[in-house]
């Protein structure tokens, strides 16, 4: 499964009637009829909020529909109130686990230890960012047209990619990943140096530090978590 459980900026974490649908694969108005119908049950737990979706573009004659904020409490009521299909059990198990990691991502966030990680990061990722800009003017006289522009984009793609985060997702990224994520550009700064005083061609370079990622990757434990706003 996908993202099924978020957190807002307030740190409020939550569900959505959408996502319910989805995995439990039922009609989404199905969702909204119960949640309407059982007002006064779901506000027992919390005031719920929702917002307008409007159709996709290309979609005629779509109506714009309400999407649902459930917390916790109401997202596990509201599957109690649909069919013991085996999707809707499923998706209970997985709901249920996606809501504790996504509190104890929040708590560990919170934490010094998170903090001090993520201020060393920052400064790995300076260095590496100097011997990056050193790499453009490298490549620009190889023939590049396009790695000046670039290159930062580049080697963050990979370094992401490697971790399995999206952009942005550093600011969130739980402690485990921030670790490697400083050890990843740390080895980028040294491939790229070591290449450069080689002659090593900018492709190749990119090539190695791509290669040299994966290798580590094999041996890091990075637990799936849940996203975190930025």
Not at 39 to 44: G, M, S
Not at 176 to 196: C, G, P, W, Y
Request: hydrophobic fraction near 35%; charge should be positive; aromatic fraction near 10%.
């Amino acid at each position: 499964m996908n993202e099924i459980v978020f957190a807002d900026k307030q740190n409020n974490i939550f569900t959505t009637s959408e996502i319910v649908a989805l995995y439990a694969d039922v009609q989404h108005h199905s969702v909204t009829r119960i949640l309407r119908e059982y007002q006064k049950d779901f506000e027992e737990f919390g005031v719920y909020g929702f917002e307008i979706h409007k159709p996709n573009s290309g979609n005629f004659g779509g109506r714009p529909e309400k999407i649902y904020r459930l917390n916790e409490q109401q997202a596990t009521l509201l599957l109690t109130y649909l069919k013991n299909t085996d999707p809707v059990r499923v998706f209970k198990k997985e709901l249920v686990k996606r809501f504790y990691l996504m509190r104890e991502a929040l708590r560990e966030r919170q934490s010094t230890e998170w903090l001090m990680t993520r201020k060393q990061g920052k400064l790995v990722r300076r260095s590496e960012t100097d011997v990056l800009a050193q790499l453009a003017t490298y490549a620009t006289d190889q023939g590049s047209t396009n790695m000046e522009k670039n290159v930062y984009r580049i080697y963050t793609k990979l370094v992401n990619s490697l971790v399995g985060i999206q952009k942005g997702g550093r600011e969130t990224a739980p402690f485990k990943t921030l670790s490697v994520i400083a050890f990843l550009e740390d080895m980028i700064l040294n491939t790229v140096r070591q290449e450069m005083e080689n002659g090593t061609y900018y492709k190749e370079i990119f090539r190695k530090c791509k290669a040299n990622g994966e290798t580590i990757m094999r041996f890091a434990y990075l637990p799936t978590q849940p996203a975190l706003p930025a």
